[in-house]
């Protein structure tokens, strides 16, 4: 899972055991100078001992001359105001906008209204992108200091990486190209406007906001509440009754089932509910056991 939505977790894993990836040392040192000043509630000059400490003791060859500099970098970041380190639990969605994307009448194109082969997956996509614009959302008004600031977003950027992370991400089928397929008939659609170096403008999202602003007697029953943020176009899919994707029995992760017996996303997670049930049947057994023994000794 992207380390974004589990900030908190990620800075404290890194400050009690080292790296997580030497590629990605600056962020991690910023996460830790974080985590010690929001967290553990170092003052700046507490902070600047114990990064030098902690650098210390869990980098290897360390040479306070060579890391000046990207130390006191993230020093200064964990200062600034409204730094912090946050935890998305779960996004909620709500019944008025699973409605509103499963309401779409998406054609191939305007001249004939027929109904695209891609409709069903460009809904999958546009719930994927409004799940990326909340979850922006969460992070960006959790830190903000100003307290009437409303995020409302409403464009996505990215090169092919990012474009190829979201279709997986959309769970779409690899035979799928998200660009040709699907970004270009929510074009015809009027849904998304592509504008230069991989920014799309998500029209759709201007539609919401619409809908939120004009109407007071929305349904906001939550639906569907997302916390697997690596597969989040199954969870359209279950609330759309594909019988295929359940949400495993002993860890609670959603899962795309291989066959119709599969009750579990892994073998690891099968043997753990076995081994549950084993336990639980001995402590049965053995309390069975325990009151037949003492009915035996208090006989005559």
């Known amino acids: 899972m992207n380390y974004q939505y589990t900030e908190l977790d ?58 000046y500099k990207r130390i006191h970098s993230a020093i200064n970041k964990a200062c600034q105001k409204g730094s912090m380190l946050t935890n998305v639990e779960s996004i909620a969605f709500f019944k008025y906008e699973t409605d509103y994307i499963n309401g779409l009448y998406i054609m191939d194109n305007t001249d004939e209204q027929k109904e695209s082969e891609y409709s069903y997956e ?16 969460f992070i960006t008004e959790t830190k903000r200091t100003d307290s009437d600031f409303e995020y409302q977003g409403k464009y996505f ?41 991989g920014l799309i403008k998500l029209n759709f999202m201007e539609k919401l906001y619409e809908i939120e602003n004009s109407h007071h007697d929305l349904d906001k029953t939550v639906v569907l509440q997302i916390k697997d943020y690596d597969r989040v176009g199954w969870y359209f899919d279950y609330y759309n009754q594909d019988e295929k994707i359940l949400f495993c029995k002993e860890c609670g992760k959603i899962f795309r089932k291989r066959s119709n017996r599969q009750e579990y996303c892994s073998n690891e997670c099968f043997e753990e509910r076995r081994r549950k049930y084993k336990a639980e049947k001995q402590r049965e057994y053995r309390q069975s056991s325990g009151r037949g023994q003492l009915k035996k000794s208090e006989s005559p």
Request: hydrophobic share 35%; proline share 3%; glycine share 4%.
């Open 10 to 67: 990620y800075a404290k894993n890194i400050y009690e055991n080292g790296f997580q990836s030497k590629q990605h040392e600056p962020t991690e040192l910023r996460l830790v100078a974080t985590y010690m000043r929001r967290v553990l509630d170092y003052k700046p000059k507490k902070l600047r001992e114990e990064m030098y400490r902690w650098c210390e003791d869990h980098i290897s060859g360390y040479k306070k001359e060579l890391y």
């Open 122 to 137: 460009c809904k999958k996509l546009l719930f994927t992108l409004l799940f990326k614009m909340k979850i922006n959302k």
């Open 157 to 197: 950027k990215g090169g092919q990486k990012k474009y190829t992370e979201l279709k997986k991400l959309a769970k779409l089928p690899d035979k799928i190209r998200i660009h040709e397929d699907i970004i270009n008939t929510l074009w015809i659609n009027g849904l998304v406007t592509p504008m230069f170096n």
